[in-house]
């Protein structure tokens, strides 16, 4: 039997994805509801992509990272949302063995160099307010692009370690996976041989690699308010709050939806508690544009010297 089992994962070409209702009305609304959002996402991190690119006044480490975080974000949703808008609206659930593959690869991958590019600004606040004299030393262009290749190329081997321990896995329990994307856990459970090692392997990443960048990120804003609070009380002080509470939260939600569905151990996971905790990634692409640059007063003002410019030229065009 255990030989027959294997031999049929072994031609496993496709899966079956779930979806979160069986019902037609009910995924129509998740269609649209997510292709809005999907939407907004892309719009708001676009518009941050193209200001920060196109101003040259922003060609700052802070706007650096930003605008980085802004492309991430953007092609951090675009790996699951608008697949699952597709399969609600054509009731269809298959996906290719190929494309599952790709998914993982590429959820892991975003959301390692996303929580490094998280980090990054957290250093960049920190030396910003509390080694300011030192700041164009440490944080040089060349540091930021160097900071930005490490990322990318240890999150492509980070990616392609726990993507390869997955899929070496004979699946013969089944082919449907309880889950609107492809992801590690929900993976683990349709595997017919022991995933002990797999799931310490995750656990072992997840608390050493995302506990250690968490840590960094505390112990930076540690320092950061320490320091904020010896300024007078003023402007500065509510600026510099304002501008790292958001990030904090942001991380925290990132860190929290990550780690209830990675660290949790395979067997006591709950399905639709999973399926809940999932649509948590999308939170940090929609809400970073608003929380990181909408709320800045430097993003609004080239915002609208950008469509001030537009609209002299759009004038220009119609005389």
């Not at 676009?46 to 200001?51: M, P, T």
């Not at 949703?77 to 609600?88: E, H, K």
């Not at 606040?125 to 509390?130: H, L, S």
């Not at 290749?149 to 089944?174: D, E, K, M, N």
């Amino acid at each position: 039997l255990l030989q027959v089992n294997m031999l049929n994962s072994s031609v496993m070409m496709e899966y079956l994805l779930v979806g979160f209702s069986d019902v037609w009305e009910l995924r129509v609304l998740h269609a649209l509801s997510f292709s809005l959002i999907y939407l907004v996402t892309l719009t708001g991190n676009f518009l941050i992509v193209i200001v920060t690119t196109v101003n040259k006044s922003l060609h700052s480490p802070m706007y650096f990272f930003l605008r980085n975080l802004s492309f991430l974000d953007a092609c951090y949703i675009s790996v699951t949302v608008p697949n699952s808008c597709v399969n609600s609206l054509l009731d269809s659930s298959v996906i290719s063995k190929a494309g599952c593959v790709t998914q993982v690869f590429l959820v892991v991958f975003f959301a390692y160099v996303e929580m490094l590019f998280l980090t990054f600004m957290a250093h960049d606040r920190y030396v910003a307010i509390c080694q300011p004299l030192h700041y164009p030393v440490i944080m040089n262009p060349q540091v930021c692009v160097h900071m930005t290749l490490a990322s990318i190329l240890s999150g492509l081997v980070y990616s392609g370690f726990h993507t390869g321990i997955t899929f070496r896995l004979p699946f013969c329990q089944s082919n449907v996976i309880h889950q609107f994307f492809c992801d590690i856990p929900s993976l683990l459970k349709l595997s017919c041989s022991d995933t002990f090692s797999n799931e310490v392997i995750i656990l072992a990443s997840g608390l050493v690699i995302g506990g250690g960048y968490f840590i960094f990120i505390i112990r930076s804003y540690i320092h950061i308010f320490s320091t904020v609070l010896k300024f007078p009380i003023g402007a500065g002080r509510a600026k510099a709050f304002s501008t790292c509470i958001p990030h904090i939260l942001v991380v925290l939600v990132f860190l929290v939806s990550s780690f209830s569905l990675y660290l949790r151990p395979s067997a006591i996971s709950a399905t639709n508690q999973d399926m809940v905790l999932s649509v948590f990634y999308s939170i940090p692409p929609l809400f970073n544009p608003v929380i990181y640059s909408l709320r800045n007063e430097q993003i609004k003002h080239a915002i609208r010297k950008i469509n001030g410019v537009y609209n002299v030229t759009f004038s220009i065009t119609e005389e």
